[in-house]
């Protein structure tokens, strides 16, 4: 049975519909990839899912785990175990990495939590988070974080421009540690060589799905479209 359901979702912001009546289903242990133009409505849909202020459903539903979450506040929403890491680090200033990592994880071992994410422990543990971080050192910290909170669903939202903060390699190498603890992954992502290690892949276009099915073949129905994506009409499976 889906982890995640969603059904005919609609989301407005200041009156501007974001996602129009998008649908999108989950299995446990899934690894969905998400790709789609700059102003698609990727990172809103990230954002609903969680729960964020100003990102409220307007019609349809979210199930997770074959519950409702429409009214369900971010807290609540991270206690059933909906982790988001977002485009840009969160910054944390003043915090050392290994308290930033362990609190209110009683047992976390945060150098294990490191290591899964390719940092040296010795290297980065008593260091402090700030600005002497890289944005790279950042985000694999936000990640060896989101890690440790062993989510049920780990939304994973990359940036679509700019210095990307992590490598292809690094971000297969991150999934492969969600699998293993059995996590369900949303990857929101531009790098289309990733997108075919996925289970599954959706094509995300002015707030609707227009393609889903097998990953290499959204990626190719993708490319042949040159641009013209959004003027399909229909949702395609593929």
């Given at each position: 049975?889906?982890?995640?359901?969603?059904?005919?979702?609609?989301?407005?912001?200041?009156?501007?519909?974001l996602?129009?009546?998008?649908?999108?289903?989950?299995?446990?242990?899934?690894?969905?990839?998400?790709?789609?133009?700059?102003?698609?409505?990727?990172?809103?849909?990230?954002?609903?899912?969680?729960?964020?202020?100003?990102?409220a459903?307007?019609?349809?539903?979210?199930?997770?785990?074959?519950?409702?979450?429409?009214?369900?506040?971010?807290?609540?929403?991270?206690?059933?175990?909906?982790?988001?890491?977002?485009?840009?680090?969160?910054?944390?200033?003043?915090?050392?990495?290994?308290?930033?990592?362990?609190?209110?994880?009683p047992?976390?071992?945060?150098?294990?939590?490191?290591?899964?994410?390719?940092?040296a422990?010795?290297?980065?543990?008593?260091?402090?988070?700030?600005?002497?971080?890289?944005?790279?050192?950042?985000?694999?910290?936000?990640?060896?974080?989101?890690?440790?909170?062993?989510?049920?669903?780990?939304?994973?939202?990359?940036?679509?421009?700019?210095?990307?903060?992590?490598?292809?390699?690094?971000?297969?190498?991150?999934?492969?540690?969600?699998?293993?603890?059995?996590?369900?992954?949303?990857?929101?992502?531009?790098?289309?060589?990733?997108?075919?290690?996925?289970?599954?892949?959706?094509?995300?276009?002015?707030?609707?799905?227009?393609?889903?099915?097998?990953?290499?073949?959204?990626?190719?129905?993708?490319?042949?479209?040159?641009?013209?994506?959004?003027?399909?009409?229909?949702?395609?499976?593929?």
């Amino acid at each position: 049975m889906p982890l995640l359901e969603i059904e005919n979702i609609i989301c407005r912001i200041e009156e501007k519909e974001l996602l129009s009546g998008l649908t999108l289903s989950m299995e446990r242990g899934e690894v969905h990839a998400l790709l789609g133009p700059n102003g698609a409505g990727k990172s809103t849909l990230a954002y609903t899912i969680m729960g964020c202020e100003g990102c409220a459903v307007h019609a349809g539903k979210i199930c997770f785990d074959h519950r409702v979450i429409n009214a369900l506040a971010i807290h609540e929403r991270a206690r059933l175990g909906i982790t988001l890491a977002w485009q840009e680090p969160v910054r944390f200033e003043g915090i050392s990495i290994r308290d930033y990592l362990t609190v209110k994880r009683p047992g976390i071992d945060p150098c294990d939590c490191l290591k899964r994410v390719g940092l040296a422990p010795e290297a980065f543990l008593h260091r402090m988070l700030d600005a002497s971080l890289s944005g790279g050192e950042r985000k694999r910290i936000e990640l060896a974080s989101v890690l440790a909170l062993n989510p049920r669903l780990a939304i994973l939202d990359e940036p679509d421009s700019g210095i990307d903060m992590l490598s292809a390699q690094d971000i297969l190498n991150v999934i492969a540690e969600f699998r293993k603890n059995g996590a369900s992954v949303l990857l929101i992502t531009h790098k289309e060589q990733i997108v075919e290690i996925a289970d599954n892949a959706s094509l995300l276009c002015r707030g609707r799905i227009v393609c889903t099915g097998n990953p290499a073949k959204v990626v190719a129905y993708y490319q042949s479209k040159s641009g013209s994506v959004c003027e399909e009409e229909a949702c395609l499976y593929v």
